[in-house]
């Protein structure tokens, strides 16, 4: 156990000195993967610290941009949660947005902003998937809004692959 623990400060220096001498997308890799170790064991300062050195050498990655959200979230910053998040979602403004949007929207959620995110969700509403996760997500935010009906509707039917809504089948 102790031999992991030293080795955590070999590694650091070793991507530290490659990040000094590397362009600006491996730097900023490299800072994202460093804050990601710290992110996992609790170093929320020293990993906002690293992902915004990884934003200054890649400001419009993906990744960078929703690790920095997660954080400002688990700060209870949940404003700057969804600018990053928002940021995100008008880089990416196809259907590769689904995990943002959900990111956003359980935000939303947690901080009791339900029209926001009801209004958030419906983007992914007409598309012919659903990503996992989606359709409790919608419904509880259709039930906070006073839509009880319609959550009970999407939590019954059924997506399938054409886009349409059917309804379940009974054996």
Same mark, same amino acid.
């Given at each position: 156990m102790l031999k992991r623990f030293s080795l955590i400060p070999l590694v650091t220096l070793v991507l530290s000195g490659c990040a000094a001498t590397t362009e600006?997308?491996?730097?900023?890799?490299?800072?994202?993967q460093k804050?990601? %170790?710290? =992110?996992?064991?609790g170093h929320l300062e020293q990993a906002e610290t690293d992902l915004k050195k990884a934003l200054?050498?890649?400001? !419009?990655?993906?990744?960078?941009?929703?690790?920095?959200?997660?954080?400002?979230?688990?700060?209870g910053e949940f404003q700057k949660a969804i600018g990053y998040l928002e940021q995100v979602r008008a880089l990416r403004s196809n259907d590769n947005d689904e995990p943002y949007i959900l990111n956003e %929207?359980? =935000?939303?959620?947690?901080?009791?902003?339900?029209?926001?995110?009801?209004?958030?969700l419906s983007l992914i509403e007409p598309r !012919?998937?659903?990503?996992?996760?989606?359709?409790?997500m919608l419904a509880k935010?259709?039930?906070?809004?006073?839509?009880?009906?319609?959550?009970?509707?999407?939590?019954?039917e059924k997506h399938d692959e054409a886009g349409m809504m059917t309804q379940p089948t009974t054996h």
């Open positions: 600006p997308p491996v730097r900023a890799w490299l800072s994202e804050a990601y %170790a710290e =992110i996992k064991q200054r050498d890649n400001p !419009t990655d993906p990744t960078i941009l929703n690790n920095m959200a997660f954080i400002q979230f688990k700060e %929207a359980r =935000i939303l959620i947690s901080s009791h902003h339900y029209r926001k995110a009801l209004t958030l !012919t998937k659903w990503p996992h996760g989606y359709r409790k935010a259709l039930i906070h809004n006073g839509k009880n009906a319609k959550a009970l509707a999407i939590l019954l």
